[in-house]
Protein backbone atom coordinates (compact mmCIF):
# COMPACT_ATOMS: atom_id res chain seq x y z
CA UNK A 1 0.00 0.00 0.00
CA UNK A 2 1.36 3.38 -0.71
CA UNK A 3 2.24 5.55 1.92
CA UNK A 4 -0.03 8.38 1.04
CA UNK A 5 -2.84 5.83 1.34
CA UNK A 6 -2.33 4.94 4.75
CA UNK A 7 -4.41 5.95 7.60
CA UNK A 8 -2.80 8.99 9.73
CA UNK A 9 -1.52 9.42 12.66
CA UNK A 10 -1.38 13.04 13.93
CA UNK A 11 1.17 13.44 16.61
CA UNK A 12 2.16 16.88 18.42
CA UNK A 13 4.44 18.06 20.35
CA UNK A 14 5.53 21.94 21.79
CA UNK A 15 8.04 24.80 20.85
CA UNK A 16 10.08 25.45 24.69
CA UNK A 17 8.64 27.89 27.09
CA UNK A 18 9.19 29.04 30.44
CA UNK A 19 12.47 30.24 29.54
CA UNK A 20 13.94 26.93 28.23
CA UNK A 21 15.61 26.97 24.44
CA UNK A 22 14.44 23.64 24.09
CA UNK A 23 11.56 21.29 24.78
CA UNK A 24 11.84 17.52 24.47
CA UNK A 25 8.29 16.95 23.10
CA UNK A 26 8.91 18.53 19.73
CA UNK A 27 12.73 16.98 19.56
CA UNK A 28 11.43 13.69 19.72
CA UNK A 29 7.79 14.30 17.60
CA UNK A 30 9.68 15.37 14.63
CA UNK A 31 12.27 12.78 14.63
CA UNK A 32 8.67 10.45 14.08
CA UNK A 33 7.95 12.20 11.19
CA UNK A 34 7.08 10.44 7.76
CA UNK A 35 7.29 6.55 9.88
CA UNK A 36 4.84 3.66 8.99
CA UNK A 37 4.04 2.65 12.57
CA UNK A 38 0.93 0.22 12.71
CA UNK A 39 -0.28 0.11 9.04
CA UNK A 40 -0.78 4.11 9.88
CA UNK A 41 1.72 7.37 8.55
CA UNK A 42 2.89 9.28 11.24
CA UNK A 43 2.21 13.49 10.93
CA UNK A 44 4.46 15.30 13.25
CA UNK A 45 3.20 19.00 13.66
CA UNK A 46 4.30 21.71 15.80
CA UNK A 47 2.20 23.53 18.16
CA UNK A 48 2.60 26.74 19.91
CA UNK A 49 3.02 27.06 24.05
CA UNK A 50 0.20 29.24 23.84
CA UNK A 51 -3.53 28.41 24.67
CA UNK A 52 -5.68 30.13 21.89
CA UNK A 53 -2.91 29.34 18.85
CA UNK A 54 -2.15 25.93 19.66
CA UNK A 55 -6.40 24.96 19.54
CA UNK A 56 -6.29 27.07 15.95
CA UNK A 57 -2.76 25.09 14.99
CA UNK A 58 -4.81 21.29 16.04
CA UNK A 59 -7.52 22.26 14.64
CA UNK A 60 -6.06 23.31 10.85
CA UNK A 61 -3.78 19.88 11.47
CA UNK A 62 -6.92 17.74 11.59
CA UNK A 63 -8.46 19.28 8.90
CA UNK A 64 -5.36 18.82 6.69
CA UNK A 65 -4.22 15.15 7.75
CA UNK A 66 -7.49 13.91 8.86
CA UNK A 67 -6.04 11.46 11.44
CA UNK A 68 -7.51 8.52 12.66
CA UNK A 69 -5.61 8.47 15.37
CA UNK A 70 -3.77 11.74 18.03
CA UNK A 71 -1.23 11.75 20.37
CA UNK A 72 -0.13 14.90 21.90
CA UNK A 73 3.22 14.82 23.69
CA UNK A 74 4.37 17.69 26.08
CA UNK A 75 7.06 18.49 28.63
CA UNK A 76 6.59 17.06 32.38
CA UNK A 77 9.70 18.43 34.20
CA UNK A 78 10.04 16.78 37.41
CA UNK A 79 8.79 13.37 36.07
CA UNK A 80 10.91 10.59 35.45
CA UNK A 81 8.74 7.66 33.47
CA UNK A 82 6.74 8.20 29.76
CA UNK A 83 3.12 9.47 31.51
CA UNK A 84 -0.09 7.99 29.56
CA UNK A 85 -2.47 10.47 30.38
CA UNK A 86 -5.99 9.00 31.12
CA UNK A 87 -7.89 11.66 31.32
CA UNK A 88 -7.85 15.58 30.39
CA UNK A 89 -10.25 18.00 32.05
CA UNK A 90 -11.95 21.12 31.02
CA UNK A 91 -10.42 23.80 33.23
CA UNK A 92 -7.23 26.19 32.26
CA UNK A 93 -5.36 27.45 35.65
CA UNK A 94 -1.77 28.83 34.36
CA UNK A 95 0.27 29.29 36.60
CA UNK A 96 2.97 31.15 34.46
CA UNK A 97 1.69 32.88 31.17
CA UNK A 98 1.73 30.75 27.71
CA UNK A 99 4.30 32.11 25.20
CA UNK A 100 1.72 34.88 23.82
CA UNK A 101 1.25 36.39 27.10
CA UNK A 102 -2.64 34.74 28.36
CA UNK A 103 -2.48 33.51 31.68
CA UNK A 104 -6.46 32.34 32.46
CA UNK A 105 -7.32 30.97 35.84
CA UNK A 106 -10.44 28.54 36.22
CA UNK A 107 -11.59 29.22 32.65
CA UNK A 108 -12.82 26.10 30.64
CA UNK A 109 -10.98 24.92 27.50
CA UNK A 110 -14.48 24.70 25.88
CA UNK A 111 -16.96 26.51 27.31
CA UNK A 112 -20.44 24.26 27.53
CA UNK A 113 -18.55 21.21 27.03
CA UNK A 114 -18.05 18.21 29.21
CA UNK A 115 -16.02 18.55 32.82
CA UNK A 116 -13.53 16.06 31.69
CA UNK A 117 -12.96 13.16 29.05
CA UNK A 118 -11.18 9.87 29.36
CA UNK A 119 -8.35 8.80 26.40
CA UNK A 120 -9.72 6.38 23.92
CA UNK A 121 -6.85 5.21 23.14
CA UNK A 122 -5.19 1.78 24.75
CA UNK A 123 -3.38 3.50 27.44
CA UNK A 124 -3.25 -0.03 29.51
CA UNK A 125 -1.82 -1.79 26.26
CA UNK A 126 0.40 1.43 25.18
CA UNK A 127 2.09 0.82 28.52
CA UNK A 128 2.29 -2.57 28.49
CA UNK A 129 4.16 -2.33 25.26
CA UNK A 130 6.09 0.24 26.27
CA UNK A 131 7.37 -1.57 29.27
CA UNK A 132 8.53 -4.69 28.00
CA UNK A 133 10.07 -2.74 25.42
CA UNK A 134 12.42 -1.98 28.70
CA UNK A 135 11.31 1.70 28.94
CA UNK A 136 10.15 3.38 32.33
CA UNK A 137 6.56 4.33 31.44
CA UNK A 138 3.16 4.82 34.08
CA UNK A 139 -0.36 5.69 33.45
CA UNK A 140 -1.22 9.30 35.11
CA UNK A 141 -4.55 10.95 35.92
CA UNK A 142 -3.16 14.55 35.73
CA UNK A 143 -2.43 16.30 32.74
CA UNK A 144 -2.41 19.77 34.44
CA UNK A 145 -3.65 22.73 34.07
CA UNK A 146 -1.90 24.44 31.65
CA UNK A 147 -1.07 24.28 27.38
CA UNK A 148 -0.60 20.23 27.87
CA UNK A 149 -3.75 19.59 29.18
CA UNK A 150 -5.85 22.22 27.03
CA UNK A 151 -4.63 20.00 23.83
CA UNK A 152 -5.34 17.18 25.05
CA UNK A 153 -8.15 17.56 26.35
CA UNK A 154 -9.21 19.68 22.94
CA UNK A 155 -7.84 16.71 21.09
CA UNK A 156 -10.73 14.50 23.03
CA UNK A 157 -13.36 16.50 22.61
CA UNK A 158 -12.57 16.90 18.90
CA UNK A 159 -12.37 13.40 18.48
CA UNK A 160 -15.50 12.61 19.84
CA UNK A 161 -17.41 14.81 17.55
CA UNK A 162 -15.71 12.54 14.46
CA UNK A 163 -16.17 8.71 13.77
CA UNK A 164 -13.20 6.67 14.23
CA UNK A 165 -11.26 9.10 15.20
CA UNK A 166 -9.14 8.21 18.55
CA UNK A 167 -6.92 10.30 20.82
CA UNK A 168 -4.57 10.65 24.01
CA UNK A 169 -1.71 12.17 25.58
CA UNK A 170 1.25 11.63 26.57
CA UNK A 171 3.61 13.61 28.96
CA UNK A 172 7.92 13.29 28.76
CA UNK A 173 10.63 14.06 30.68
CA UNK A 174 13.26 16.26 30.12
CA UNK A 175 16.45 15.69 28.49
CA UNK A 176 19.80 15.07 29.94
CA UNK A 177 20.70 18.63 28.36
CA UNK A 178 17.75 20.32 30.51
CA UNK A 179 18.25 18.18 33.39
CA UNK A 180 22.13 18.81 33.95
CA UNK A 181 21.61 22.77 34.92
CA UNK A 182 18.69 21.23 37.33
CA UNK A 183 19.90 19.53 40.48
CA UNK A 184 18.30 16.21 41.06
CA UNK A 185 16.01 16.82 38.05
CA UNK A 186 15.00 12.99 36.19
CA UNK A 187 15.90 12.84 32.23
CA UNK A 188 15.62 10.84 29.94
CA UNK A 189 17.67 10.31 26.74
CA UNK A 190 15.94 11.44 23.27
CA UNK A 191 16.20 7.85 21.55
CA UNK A 192 14.79 6.21 24.73
CA UNK A 193 11.41 9.08 24.01
CA UNK A 194 11.14 8.50 20.31
CA UNK A 195 11.73 4.61 20.69
CA UNK A 196 8.78 4.97 23.74
CA UNK A 197 6.12 7.27 21.12
CA UNK A 198 7.23 4.35 18.38
CA UNK A 199 6.06 1.34 20.70
CA UNK A 200 3.21 2.98 21.77
CA UNK A 201 1.54 3.91 19.00
CA UNK A 202 1.78 0.93 17.64
CA UNK A 203 0.20 -0.68 20.02
CA UNK A 204 -2.18 2.15 20.06
CA UNK A 205 -3.07 1.36 16.06
CA UNK A 206 -3.04 -2.26 16.35
CA UNK A 207 -5.53 -2.47 19.65
CA UNK A 208 -9.24 -2.15 19.75
CA UNK A 209 -9.48 -3.36 23.39
CA UNK A 210 -7.41 -2.63 25.87
CA UNK A 211 -5.70 -4.68 28.28
CA UNK A 212 -7.25 -5.26 31.96
CA UNK A 213 -3.96 -4.80 34.20
CA UNK A 214 -3.54 -2.65 37.43
CA UNK A 215 -2.00 0.72 36.83
CA UNK A 216 -3.86 2.68 39.31
CA UNK A 217 -2.18 4.95 41.88
CA UNK A 218 -2.52 5.32 45.90
CA UNK A 219 -2.36 9.44 45.61
Known sequence: ???SKLPTILLTGFDPFGGESINPSWEAVRLLHGKRIGG???VAQLLPTAFEASLRQLKAAMRETRPAIMLGVGQAGGRARLSLERVAINLQDARIP?????????EPVIAGAPAAY????PVKAMLAAMQAAGLPAEISYTAGTYV????????LHLAAQRRGVRAGFMHIPYLPSQAVALRHAPSMALEDMVRGLAVALRAAALTRVDRQISAGTLN
Open 1 to 3: MAT
Open 118 to 121: FSDL
Open 40 to 42: HRV
Open 98 to 106: DNAGAQPVD
Open 148 to 155: CNHIAYAM
